[in-house]
């Protein structure tokens, strides 16, 4: 049988996880001495409010190659082929943890690791869409090869309400230059062949959410592709967004997620951005 895992930074829909049968290891979050686990012991909005009382951004870790190596077991039968797709490596050590640990199960499972060079609801859609590969038929090596052609064309534009999780989390390297600045620039930022990178300063919201809609347009044209929202604790601008960028494109299909907190405890609450996955 094949098993599909993610992790805590690979946004899926609620209802994909039994539909698709796509299993999410959590992301471990370190608040002082207490440590807990993404969506298991603390939510999204648990997670803010958190923040808010004690002005900190906690630190977020990889699930261990223990962590994986306990999860394979719990979700997997012995023989199963576990294709487990990750948040970009360039971000995270999740896949190497996972390239660890299939090592460990190896006369156990098959385990193919895959840096998604990708992170949020970019992850979630490779997982879907190669539970429907399977489905039609196709072998694990179609699969494999369809995710490392695909994961290259997607794209991740966000856009930062706050440079202040930034600078408290100080984890984003590439958002330095805008810290350098004033606090009151728009940051938006890139996620492509795995690095995120900050593209453009703009000065209002409003700019901001209209150029994050240019750029991928820029990028995109008129191709078909499934569009996709995300925000980090501001749904009305999410929605307000995807309502803006579905003027501008060829969709099949669109959605919204919220930005899982393992990647919105560095960018913070407001960010939004548009994920567009090209249609084959």
């Given amino acids: 049988m094949l098993r599909i895992v993610t992790d805590g930074a690979g946004d899926i829909l609620p209802e994909w996880g039994k539909e698709y049968g796509i299993d999410m290891i959590p992301v471990n979050i ?14 999204n909005e648990g997670f803010y409010k958190m923040v808010e009382e004690h002005r900190k951004i906690p ?54 690791p895959i840096d998604s060079m990708l992170g949020s609801l970019g992850i979630g859609l490779l997982c879907r869409e190669a539970r429907k590969l399977e489905r039609a038929g196709k072998s694990v090596e179609e699969i494999v090869k369809y995710v490392e052609e695909i994961k290259t064309r997607a794209r991740v534009i966000l856009t930062l309400d706050t440079l202040e999780y ?3 989390s ?12 004033v606090l009151n620039v728009k940051p938006i930022a890139v996620l492509r062949d795995g690095d995120l990178s900050m593209k453009e ?58 930005l899982a907190i393992s990647i919105a405890a560095n960018l913070g609450p407001g960010t939004v951005g548009l994920i567009v996955y090209p249609v084959e």
């Fill in 30 to 43: 370190l608040f002082g001495e207490k440590s807990y686990l993404q969506g298991v012991d603390i939510d």
């Fill in 59 to 112: 630190k977020t870790s990889q699930p261990s190659p223990h962590q994986f190596v306990e999860f394979y077991r719990k979700i997997a039968q012995k023989g199963d082929t576990i294709l487990s797709i990750h948040i970009t490596a360039k971000l995270s050590g999740t896949y190497a943890s996972a390239i660890a640990a299939a090592q460990d199960v190896k006369d156990e499972f098959k385990v193919l």
């Fill in 166 to 168: 930034a600078k408290m």
């Fill in 170 to 181: 100080g984890r984003v390297k590439t958002l330095q230059a805008a810290l350098a600045s």
């Fill in 201 to 258: 300063r703009v000065r209002t919201r409003k700019a901001a959410l209209d150029r994050v809609i240019e750029m991928a347009k820029e990028e995109f044209g008129d191709q078909p592709v499934i569009l996709a929202a995300v925000h980090a604790r501001d749904l009305k601008s999410g929605e307000a967004l995807l309502e803006q960028a579905k003027k501008s494109f060829n969709y099949k299909e669109t959605m919204i997620s919220d």
